[in-house]
């Protein structure tokens, strides 16, 4: 698990450094001195951060489990591909269908898959986390998400 913890780690903190050095290309806000910039960037640091904490833990000796081979068998390696592949569809339809409908689509999702089938959760969680997120970043922060479909309503 050694070698797994210090490449993962270095992944984490590369696709952290990554994250910053775009945020770079963000415009700033002159108004509320928080620009699009901050919370990605704060959630990078976090990532580099946790990174190179795994990466200590694994040259201390203190890694957890083994890593034999990757098999696509493997649920959890399943689990994975199909995150990615969701996280990706996410992405390539927040800006056409909006914010509000595919964060709630995907949180619905994603629950299912990692195992929660509670109805009653599946149907309140997502629209109030999706509510939550797109009233502090439209109304406090005043910072636009894709309204997509709803445009007319929002």
């Given at each position: ?30 108004i509320?001195k ?11 640091g976090?990532?580099?951060l ?5 990466i ?24 994975g ?5 969701a996280t990706?569809?996410f ?16 949180l ?24 939550s ?8 922060l005043?910072?636009s ?10």
């Amino acid at each position: 698990m050694k070698v797994a913890d210090i490449f993962g780690g270095l992944i984490g903190i590369l696709i952290g450094l990554y994250a910053i050095w775009e945020g770079t290309n963000m415009p700033p806000d002159y108004i509320m001195k928080v620009g699009p910039s901050f919370f990605p960037s704060v959630l990078a640091g976090f990532l580099i951060l946790f990174s190179g904490v795994l990466i200590i833990n694994a040259l201390r000796g203190k890694s957890v489990g083994t890593v034999e081979r990757v098999k696509l068998s493997d649920k959890g390696v399943q689990r994975g591909l199909i995150t990615l592949a969701a996280t990706i569809v996410f992405c390539a339809v927040l800006e056409p269908v909006g914010f509000m409908l595919s964060s709630i689509v995907f949180l619905v999702f994603m629950m299912a898959l990692m195992g929660n089938r509670k109805p009653w959760q599946l149907l309140i969680a997502p629209p109030l986390v999706t509510i939550s997120v797109w009233l502090i970043f439209e109304k406090v922060l005043n910072l636009s998400m894709p309204a997509g479909v709803l445009a007319d309503i929002l």
